[in-house]
């Protein structure tokens, strides 16, 4: 409805990721070059993170039609982690295109290696591609890590992208994934856009979605204030222009002001979080709720060292302390 009284082809703001809308900011260059990078040099173990919605998805589809255009890569693409270790290779095998119904898992690793094997042969590159990584339980990024062990001696043979929010760098900091971390070979992280980059990023769409004067129809200062709203982070900044658009043409807004802009940020309770941002989060809490993590986990393992001791009756002392300090 608004599109013709604004002079748009088609909706600058939709929160769907396409590719044709990629604004490459530094860090969104810098994230597919790290992903592609990884894939096409069989790099075999990639990470990345990033806020709620800073455009990990949409660089992963920005990825693989990258990838489509030379025909010698196949991916399996998990969008939903929250499965059991036996479903999740099931899913993969199937998604390979490889039957995977009624097999146990020794029976779908020994398909997949050697569908691996195969493809490397005939150097063909197949890649695991997770998003939402974060949701991912210790049981399966296990599994993951299992898989990075597919290699030759000279290259992996699966080339494993994980990608998520800043959860999953938690969880790969943790004790009992060590050895998965040791195993990554990038490591990207993507951050919200800057005031600039939310000016650039707004007129970029704009001008994609044909308007003819981008900047006359969201000028400086009203860029300014949803760049107050949003933090820089392109889901809200769509979701605030989307509805901003929307009220400027019940309004016959020439132009959409900073006002519109604080109403629809008002409605959409913008400035209430019931968790705190990453930048906002005081440093030495997060170190703290770290360190306790890290040290409760050093004292589960040299629990578990101390009964393994007791059980082969060793002369080995642990001292546990009885309470943990921190917490
Ligand atoms: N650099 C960019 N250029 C153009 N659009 C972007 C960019 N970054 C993000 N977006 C847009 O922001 C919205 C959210 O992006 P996306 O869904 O990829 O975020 P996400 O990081 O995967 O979020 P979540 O953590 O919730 O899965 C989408 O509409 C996407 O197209
Ligand atoms: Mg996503």
Redesign the pocket.
Known sequence: MYKTFYSLKRNPF?????PS?????RK?NEALAALYYGVRRHKGFVVLT?E???????LLRCLLQLLKKNNDVAYAYVFNGRMSPIEFLQYIVGDLGLPAAGKNKSELLLQLASHLISRSQKRLTTVLVVD?AHHLSAEILEEIRLLTNLETTEEKLLQILLVG?PELDEKLDSFELRQLKQRIALRSH?APLDLNETKG?IERRLHLAGSPNPSTLFPEETVATVYQHSRGI??LI?TICENALIAGYANQAARVTPEIVDTIANDFRLGIHTRPMEASRPAGELNLQKAARTLLELYAHLQDEQSRADEVRTRVRVRVPEHEPYI
């Open positions: 939709e929160i769907t990721p396409d809308f990629l604004f490459p900011t969104h990033g709620v919605g800073t455009g990990k998805t949409l939402e929010q993507l990023y392109p889901r769509n």
